[in-house]
């Protein structure tokens, strides 16, 4: 609770909080089949305008899966109430979900779980920090055009910088370090 105050202090910036803004913290938000899809129709109903919900994260209120359920349709039945909510009254709702702790081709393939999670969602965004110290957003979905962005974190105002595309920035990188090597190296370098 104290880091998400602190987080939003630093995004306000001294500015009053939106009017509409809600935190329900963990103790307060039950699991989906437990109130949790109640609470979220309420809020949406009395909330003047309402626009965004986030989840964070989807562990901690989604169902556990049932025994005579497969993991896929336990992954995607997770996301799938979340879903018809956002349709029904036209607003968007961000879950927060974890990666895998393993590198893959496809970075859809990172989303913790089965492809029932990023199959049932419309838009999939992930956010992953290389051993090298970037981090790139990669995003697919249903209405947006597939995307790799460089993305840079600023921790004093906590907001993301997109940085261009992800390629491009990599290579700039790579070569800003050649040429510092080069310069270090007081000459020419063989192999």
């Not at 840079?152 to 920035?169: H, I, K, N, R, Y």
């Amino acid at each position: 609770q104290r880091r998400l105050q602190r987080r939003l202090r630093k995004l306000l910036n001294g500015q009053p909080a939106p009017k509409g803004l809600r935190n329900l913290s963990a103790g307060e938000m039950p699991r989906l089949s437990e109130r949790g899809t109640a609470l979220i129709r309420a809020w949406i109903e009395q909330a003047p305008e309402p626009k965004l919900g986030v989840i964070d994260v989807l562990a901690k209120v989604r169902d556990p899966r049932r025994k005579d359920q497969g993991l896929y349709d336990s992954d995607y039945a997770a996301m799938e109430e979340l879903k018809t909510i956002a349709d029904e009254y036209g607003i968007a709702i961000v879950v927060i979900h974890h990666l895998r702790k393993m590198d893959a081709d496809d970075p859809l393939d990172q989303v913790s779980g089965t492809t029932g999670l990023s199959g049932s969602a419309d838009t999939v965004l992930v956010l992953n920090r290389t051993r090298s110290g970037t981090t790139t957003l990669h995003g697919r979905g249903r209405d947006i055009e597939d995307l790799e962005k460089a993305v840079q974190f600023d921790e004093s105002t906590c907001v993301w910088t997109v940085l261009g595309g992800a390629a491009s920035v990599r290579y700039t990188g790579e070569r800003a370090a050649v040429l510092t090597a080069l310069q270090e190296a007081g000459g020419s370098m063989s192999l």
